[in-house]
């Protein structure tokens, strides 16, 4: 039965997530369960071309992301696929209508990551689009199951939430992205030379992202409210503890919230979902 294949390959991009991302994996079994699947072959879908340009080095990356990117248009013209995380993206995909244009930008900046260590103002913006913003909108696809209007009406915050993810990222993986992968993504800063002035530059933008992204989660549908809440606090969290880290400190270790600290966010933040204090 075709059934049995559809679910074994989402069970596929469920394991991806899984494995790769706690944090996320927490926030979408916080989601209604109707969108839980959808999100998880979107992420096993993103997460897969990310390790392509980040961890293959041994590989001909390129050769691997133009293969990869060859087989996903594929699967969505087909309606199947034998690679399982591709399958499962292109159920999602077709089932939504995501926009075509969200994927080619996707592999767009992934491409980027394959030759450009540092970026101007310009190619930042380019690039968090492309690998981060679009991420967002795809999973707002879901979230607004087909309504349109709600979709152009949340889309701007669910790119902001998506630009202040990446960003954090960003900061939180200086150390590993500029010295094994010798990227450089914050244009005009210098990471021999990383001043307060230059991070809070960064800070004082990734703050408007995050105070634009929370209007749009406020006006989310409610199967996907509560979910998306947890990951922003989650997100909101490490950003105020990379916010008290020293500029030194960044460039030496990778800034983390333990397990507990998870916890407790998911708890206080299910609290103040019952008590409808979002």
Not at 13 to 22: F, G, H, I
Not at 32 to 46: E, Q
Not at 162 to 176: C, E, H, I, S, T
């Amino acid at each position: 039965m075709i059934k049995l294949f559809h679910d074994v390959c989402q069970q596929c991009s469920k394991a991806v997530t899984e494995r790769y991302s706690t944090s996320f994996s927490s926030a979408i079994r916080l989601l209604h369960p109707d969108l839980r699947v959808p999100i998880y072959n979107i992420y096993g879908f993103v997460r897969f071309a990310d390790e392509i340009v980040d961890t293959f080095h041994q590989y001909r990356k390129e050769e691997l992301l133009t293969e990869f990117r060859k087989d996903t248009y594929a699967a969505i013209e087909r309606g199947i696929s034998l690679n399982p995380i591709l399958h499962s993206f292109q159920i999602t995909v077709r089932e939504y209508n995501i926009s075509h244009d969200l994927i080619d930008a996707f592999f767009k900046s992934m491409e980027m990551d394959l030759s450009k260590t540092e970026y101007n103002s310009c190619g930042y913006k380019e690039y968090i689009y492309g690998s981060a913003e679009v991420v967002g909108l795809m999973c707002l696809y879901v979230f607004c199951e087909g309504d349109a209007k709600m979709y152009n009406e949340l889309k701007p915050s669910a790119q902001s939430l998506g630009a202040a993810f990446q960003k954090v990222n960003f900061l939180r993986d200086v150390k590993a992205d500029y010295e094994q992968l010798n990227r450089s993504y914050f244009p005009e800063v210098d990471f021999k030379n990383f001043t307060p002035d230059m991070k809070q530059q960064i800070e004082d933008d990734i703050s408007r992202d995050f105070e634009h992204a929370y209007e749009g989660i406020l006006r989310l549908p409610h199967k996907a409210r509560f979910g998306v809440y947890v990951a922003y606090k989650y997100y909101l969290s490490l950003f105020k503890k990379i916010k008290r880290t020293t500029p030194a400190t960044i460039m030496e270790q990778r800034i983390r919230i333990p397990n507990y600290g998870k916890a407790y966010i998911v708890a206080k933040a299910g609290l103040r979902s019952q008590l409808n204090l979002y």
